[in-house]
Structures are given as C-alpha cells and as structure tokens.
C-alpha cells in the first residue's frame, strides 16, 4: 500500500499525464524475488515499469503478500482504479486501486 501526500498531476510513460487524488492506494504486481521488492524500495532506479513512476512521487507504507496470480487478486479488489495501470501486459482494467486492501484477503504484511 501507498500513500500519496496530496493531488499530483504524475507523467505515466505511454499512459500520459494522469490526475492521481490524495490517499491510499493499492498496487497488485508480481514480484518473483526479494530483489523486485528491494528495487521497488528504492527511490534511485531506472524508471521502467508504471508504478516506478507513481513511486516517485507515493511513499511505500506496507507491503502485503498474498496468495494467487497478479490477475486474480486484481480481479478481486473493488475499488475505483487508475483505468490500465500496470496491465499493459495482460487484460484487466488496472492493477492500481484507490483505497484500502480489503480485509479478506489471507496476507503477510512487511513494512520497508
């Protein structure tokens, strides 16, 4: 989960420039190693992914691991969501909501 501080107008590679509002969101992404995790940690990186974008200007707060396909979990959440956000490479509307990670979901929290 992330929290971003204020409304920010971010730049989204192909995506474009996108209004995000103030508050939590959720990113579901795959990370097969610790080393992805460790990457997204940092502030100082290439700028690759979407959500690398996003993380320059959102602060990581918790990271959640839960069981199941990235797909699967996205397809779960029922929140409102930035319209192909880090999906470009599969079929779901988003993979980054807005709000908080519904209790359901069996998880093992890490904060950075």
């Known amino acids: 989960m992330m929290e971003l501080s204020q409304d920010k107008k971010i730049t989204v590679g192909k995506l474009g420039t996108i209004l995000f509002k103030k508050g939590t969101y959720i990113y579901v992404g795959s990370a097969p190693s610790e080393k992805r995790l460790q990457r997204h940690l940092r502030k100082e ?11 320059q200007e959102a602060q990581i707060k918790e990271i959640c691991i839960v069981d199941g396909e990235e797909c ?21 509307p988003s993979h980054l909501f807005y709000g908080e990670l519904p209790d359901f979901f069996d998880k093992r929290t890490y904060y950075p």
């Open 45 to 55: 990186k290439k700028i690759f992914w979407h959500i690398d974008y996003f993380l």
């Open 72 to 92: 699967e979990v996205a397809d779960k959440i029922d929140l409102p969501f930035i319209k192909r956000f880090g999906c470009s490479d599969c079929k779901c």
